[in-house]
């Protein structure tokens, strides 16, 4: 299982939210760089980045945040926030992004994303399925759509798509333990999708499960933050 640290970017300083709620920001770190660093060093090699100053933009703000750590690292970067056309993806890409997380489009413009995975390869653009109980959330989080998490799934899995970053809202920033049936009911519904839970990571027996259920990857932010997980414990699990 892929073990991916997480750094969110407001103002290019490290924050996390609770839940996604701007008005519960920590800032931890004002150096990324410093911190995906820090992670290569334990021996991590991959880093979930994500631009939230873009996402409430609606186009990428920390650029120039992701160019300094793909130039200063060798972590394969997947960012993603304010990613809603393609010129901003080529730009992403072009700053250093291995991979872009298609967000809240993925949902609005389907046919946006489908030429996306069309035009870049399944192997570039990850789906991100933001979820509460088993419904998929839009506009930042804060409604609930009708279509469910296995059906948005099935869909792009359907149209080519291969990677799913599957954050559970409810739980996110909240360490308090993963959403390990939902994901496990998905594992069992769509086994050829390669999920990657996001949201409530807290411990290492949480990954652990994850790794059981045959999750692909776990994204793992707060809860490194916070000291409930330490990195020397995660350099075990990176194969």
Not at 74 to 92: I, P
């Amino acid at each position: 299982m892929e073990i991916i640290p997480a750094i969110d970017l407001i103002g290019g300083q490290c924050v996390r939210l609770t839940e996604g709620d701007f008005s519960q920001q920590t800032t931890y770190d004002s150096d990324p760089l410093a911190v995906a660093q820090r992670f290569e060093q334990h021996g991590l090699r991959r880093l979930h980045l994500v631009d939230l100053d873009g996402a409430r933009a609606r186009q990428p703000v920390n650029l120039p945040v992701l160019e300094r750590i793909a130039r200063h690292t060798n972590l394969v970067v997947d960012f993603g926030g304010g990613l809603q056309h393609e010129t901003a993806v080529r730009q992403a890409f072009d700053a250093g992004a291995a991979q872009i997380t298609a967000g809240s489009i993925a949902v609005r413009e389907p046919e946006t994303v489908r030429h996306w995975l069309q035009t870049f390869g399944a192997e570039r653009i990850l789906i991100g399925a933001d979820f509460r109980g088993q419904h998929i959330s839009i506009n930042a989080w804060a409604e609930q759509s009708e279509r469910t998490l296995e059906e948005f799934v099935a869909a792009y899995l359907s149209q080519g798509a291969a990677t799913f970053v599957c954050t559970d809202v409810s739980k996110d920033g909240k360490l308090q333990g993963p959403s390990l049936e939902t994901y496990r009911q998905l594992r069992a519904a769509l086994p050829a999708a390669q999920l990657v839970a996001s949201g409530g990571v807290t411990t290492m027996a949480d990954v652990e499960a994850m790794a059981e259920v045959g999750m692909y990857g776990a994204i793992i932010g707060k809860a490194i933050y916070e000291g409930t997980i330490q990195l020397k414990d995660l350099r075990r699990l990176v194969a």
